[in-house]
């Protein structure tokens, strides 16, 4: 069960950390930027070199939407170990919320914004060939990489300094959303096991079957998992 007053105390303990306040509304101000690099960037290199950057905006819608929940999921790592060394999650736990509630709370809470900003992202960038389920499933699968982001910090770092540096190496994550530009068969083949991948597959190929269900088993393979591990962990 979610509970709207766990919600109202999430705003109150992300507020009081100017970091996290800006991890999580930095995803509305990364879109704004690659927009308007998008407005500026595209006439200038066409009347200027006559490249046409306009294939390669899968891969930025890619990116934003990847580095937006990356973003988020930081946010649930951070609030997750901060629990953690308060002993709050553990209290948390014992009460009729129980272990199953309080992690569903904490995952949900940065993956709804998530979906949101994953509407935002996909709206403003206006790709033409997106239909309207890719964005819904885009969306979702942007909450899912919250979720994963978010338990990867939580179960690889000790504190949040720690956390720190740890969400900086998962940022390169992302690259996999790029591997089929190098045309490296070896590359792409490793690629195929890693979220970011499908989240670009789905954009450049959105009527594609084969994507959209492998799209969903590595995301939900990877969400498992890690869950799992929470419950092996914390048991």
Known sequence: MIHLTLFKNDLKQI?????????????????????????????????????????YFPYVLSFVLLMNSGMLGIVTGFMMLD??????????????LGRNGYLANRLIFASILSIIYGFIGTAVFKLPDLPFF?????????????????LLIFS???????????AKGLNTLVLFAFTDLFALPWL???????????????????????AICFAIVIHVAWLGILIFRYSRRES
């Open 15 to 55: 507020v009081r950390d100017p970091i996290m306040t800006l991890l999580l509304f930095a995803p509305l101000l990364l879109i704004v930027v690659f927009k308007l690099l998008e407005l500026i960037l595209v006439p200038y290199l066409a009347a200027k070199t006559g490249f046409d950057i306009t294939p």
């Open 83 to 96: 629990e953690r060394d308060g002993n709050i999650s553990q209290l948390l736990e014992v009460t009729p």
């Open 134 to 150: 890719t964005i819904v499933l885009l969306s979702v699968l942007s909450a899912f990489y919250t979720a994963i982001i978010g």
């Open 156 to 166: 690889g770092a000790e504190d949040k300094v720690k956390g720190l540096t740890f």
């Open 188 to 210: 792409t083949f490793l690629s195929w096991f890693f979220p970011p991948y499908w989240v670009t597959m789905i954009i450049k190929t959105p009527d594609s079957l084969i």
